[in-house]
């Protein structure tokens, strides 16, 4: 991996790292566009401070955007949002087999 290649995928971690980022944008993921209320309602306990700081930084990267009806995923995006939702699968096979491994609950 380049350098440069190794720069941009640090920036974007960063991004996703802060408290809240990727909830924003998984609230998102289904295209429809969300009021602040609903989508502070979506991510849930999440306090309107932090929802503002998470969509500024968001809106800053090019990847939520507000129209007339509300916030919604940009064309970049929602290209981030199909690549995290493999993710998805992945999460789903790992906790399953985190669960078989685990001991049964003692006495």
């Known amino acids: 991996m ?3 290649d190794t720069a941009a995928i640090s920036q974007l971690l960063e991004l996703l790292e ?3 980022a990727m ?17 502070q309602d979506s991510v849930g306990g999440i306090t309107p401070n932090t929802l503002n700081t ?7 990267a090019g990847l ?6 509300g916030y919604a995923v940009t064309s ?10 493999e993710m998805n699968a992945f999460a789903v096979r790992w906790a ?6 685990r001991p049964p609950a003692g006495p």
């Open 2 to 4: 380049s350098t440069r």
């Open 18 to 20: 802060a408290r809240y």
């Open 23 to 39: 909830r924003v944008l998984w609230a998102l993921k289904d295209g429809h566009a969300q009021t602040f209320r609903l989508l």
């Open 54 to 60: 998470r969509i500024k930084d968001l809106r800053e």
């Open 64 to 69: 939520v955007q507000h129209n007339g009806e």
């Open 76 to 85: 970049s995006g929602q290209d981030l949002l199909r690549r995290m939702n």
């Open 96 to 101: 399953a087999g985190r669960s078989r491994r």
